[in-house]
């Protein structure tokens, strides 16, 4: 699976939320971001079954 890098500015109280989190569930901050967004494309149906990838959210 082809990969595209961006930048995110964010507030540092996200940011460190977000480390937690992935921490918490053993994966990368990069790994927890994608995971949580494509929940989030998933549930708004903005994301196609056929636009996914097997899942690969716990590596980073």
């Known amino acids: 699976m082809a990969r595209e890098s961006f930048l995110l500015r964010t507030d540092p109280k996200v940011l460190a939320a977000l480390r937690r989190w992935a921490d918490d569930e053993l994966r990368s901050v990069n ?15 903005r994301l196609k079954e056929t636009d996914q990838p097997k899942d690969d959210s716990s590596s980073g």
């Open 31 to 45: 790994g927890q971001l994608d995971y949580v967004l494509r929940q989030a494309l998933r549930e708004a149906g």
